[in-house]
């Protein structure tokens, strides 16, 4: 694992952590979805159902375990894997006149944190998510497909990044985007929580090694 990532995804593995969905009307747990995530994780007021409290806290706190090895096993996988690939791509990013970030829906959430990452640092970047204009407008007059594809004609120049972020691999406005990628850092799980939460790592770690 690269040195720069010691200690730069805590916030990440307690998100991990409390991924658990519940809801909670009248003083009672209801719509309570342990791990692994079923079908409606995402949608917790699908199949809503009273849950035993008792047996909520129980699970909770045997699955915590389970939960941070699991994340910090995913998050060692890619970075270390990505390691060469990491230093790279930083390498690319710190010679970029400017970094276009972008992806759907809590990848667009990372995709803003980067960006505000990168320009704390004192690197220009632009959050393709981040306008809800312009995505609704796109979205409405051309298809939600080419809602970054777009963006990225409209604000890229010559010598400019584009990072995207998918916990898919196979979001089709993500690849329109992106073309042919230079650098993919690939995270090995199903489990989208968890895939979320090595590439925050990742991105954390690319952050630090371009400052």
């Known amino acids: 694992?690269?040195?720069?990532?010691?200690?730069?995804?805590f916030h990440e593995a307690v998100r991990g952590v409390l991924s658990h969905h519940l809801?909670?009307?009248?003083?009672?747990?209801t719509n309570y979805h342990p791990y692994p995530p079923t079908p409606w994780n995402g949608y917790?007021?699908?199949?809503?159902r009273e849950t035993d409290h008792e047996a909520v806290v129980d699970d909770v706190r045997r699955s915590i375990p389970m939960k941070t090895e699991e994340t910090g096993e995913l998050r060692?996988?890619?970075?270390?894997e990505s390691r060469e690939t990491l230093r790279a791509a930083a390498e690319t990013v710190r010679g970029a006149g400017r970094v276009l970030a972008l992806g759907n829906g809590g990848s667009a959430t990372d995709a803003t944190d980067l960006v505000g990452d990168l320009q704390r640092a004192g690197r220009p970047a632009i959050d393709l998510g981040g306008d809800p204009a312009i995505l609704t407008a796109i979205a409405n007059d051309v298809g939600v497909g080419a809602i970054f594809a777009r963006q990225v004609i409209a604000y890229g120049r010559p010598g400019d990044a584009v990072v995207a972020l998918s916990t898919s691999g196979g979001s089709a406005n993500v690849i329109a985007a992106e073309g042919l990628a230079d650098h993919v850092i690939v995270s090995r799980s199903q489990h989208i929580p968890r895939i979320q939460e090595a590439q925050a790592s990742a991105y954390q770690v690319l952050c630090e090694l371009v400052r």
Do not use: H, N, S, Y
């Open 1 to 9: 694992m690269p040195d720069e990532a010691i200690g730069c995804g």
């Open 23 to 29: 809801v909670i009307r009248d003083g009672k747990i």
């Open 76 to 80: 060692a996988q890619t970075l270390t």
């Open 44 to 48: 917790p007021f699908l199949g809503e």
